[in-house]
């Protein structure tokens, strides 16, 4: 073999090394996307119309179309596609001024054939007419992996108590 021919079998082989090391795994692609779906869904104090409706169109396009949102203790257990995903957290947006949302605690689980789950914490930081509020919300996330993104297909709130 000629010099040139080890050369570029040699930087073919780094290519395909650095592009196997480099590229996130699936489950740093879940993690950020809950950052992100965190980021998307957070609101700024007099935050433009156009602005939330740009991260809340941004919120949905992580979601699976249908996707499941279970929340016992609101009665909630529904379908939702993304159009009503994307009605039903602007009107959240609208409602919770200045408040970020954040996952913490969060463990995924990748059994395989394109599907995880994620148990993770969904605190609240915001304010209300009352004052300054925390809250803390553990969640089971079902994530699909389509078209090589991995999306949100289901949303259950973990309820603790039954009063």
């Known amino acids: 073999m000629n010099n040139k021919t ?14 196997i090391f480099f590229l996130p795994s699936d489950e740093k692609k879940i993690r950020n996307n809950l950052d992100s779906l ?21 919120a949905a396009k992580l979601c699976t179309d249908p996707c499941k949102v279970h929340i016992e203790s609101s009665q909630i257990d529904h379908e939702f596609g993304q159009k009503e995903i994307t009605d039903r957290l602007l009107m ?10 954040s996952f913490e605690d969060t463990f995924v689980d990748i059994p395989g054939d394109n599907r995880a789950e994620v148990t993770t914490t969904l605190r609240l930081n915001g304010e209300s007419v009352n004052g300054r509020f925390t809250d803390a919300y553990e969640i089971q996330i079902s994530v699909e992996k ?4 991995w999306l949100f297909s289901s949303f259950t709130v973990v309820e603790f108590m039954k009063k």
């Open 146 to 149: 389509q078209d090589g993104d």
């Open 92 to 101: 959240l947006k609208k409602r919770l001024s200045n408040t970020t949302f």
């Open 6 to 19: 080890v050369v570029l079998i040699l930087a073919i082989v780094l290519m395909v090394g650095g592009a």
């Open 38 to 58: 965190g980021e998307y869904c957070s609101t700024v104090k007099d935050e433009p119309l156009l602005d939330a409706l740009q991260k809340v169109t941004f």
